[in-house]
């Protein structure tokens, strides 16, 4: 499996980005997705999960804010970050478990065998 994560960029407070996961190499429509974000100094946290039938988990921090997304047929995974705070300042990535149950949206990201390079975030205030 191969992830290639885009989409990232230096956004002012209140902004809005659409990050980007192409998928290759699996059966896209078996894999559960997520993103993952990590800043500096920082452990490496959930932000979203979708599960292979497309049930999304959004963190609380992001609730409201974020949306998590997929569209099997391209075998993409999409990040929707509305009015976007300095604190989702991050490297995001994005990840695969490729063993997920049909309704499963993993928390762990010891859950996710595949992960994409990661994309930066800057949000400035």
């Known amino acids: 499996v191969q992830l290639q994560a885009s989409g990232g960029g230096l956004v002012q407070a209140g902004a809005s980005l659409r990050l980007s996961c192409a998928a290759s190499?699996?059966?896209?429509?078996?894999?559960?997705m997520a993103w993952f974000r990590q800043a500096p100094g920082k452990e490496r946290e959930l932000v979203a999960a979708?599960?292979?039938?497309?049930?999304?988990y959004v963190e609380d921090s992001v609730k409201g804010r974020f949306t998590i997304s997929r569209d099997n047929a391209k075998k993409m995974v999409y990040l929707q970050m509305n009015s976007l705070k300095p604190e989702d300042t991050a490297v995001y990535y994005c990840?695969?478990?490729?063993?997920?149950?049909?309704?499963?949206?993993?928390?762990?990201?010891?859950?996710?065998?595949?992960w994409g390079q990661g994309t930066q975030v800057t949000v400035s205030s």
């Open positions: 990840a695969a478990d490729v063993n997920a149950i049909y309704s499963d949206t993993p928390l762990d990201p010891d859950g996710y065998d595949y």
């Open positions: 190499g699996w059966t896209f429509s078996r894999q559960a």
């Open positions: 979708i599960s292979r039938g497309a049930s999304a």
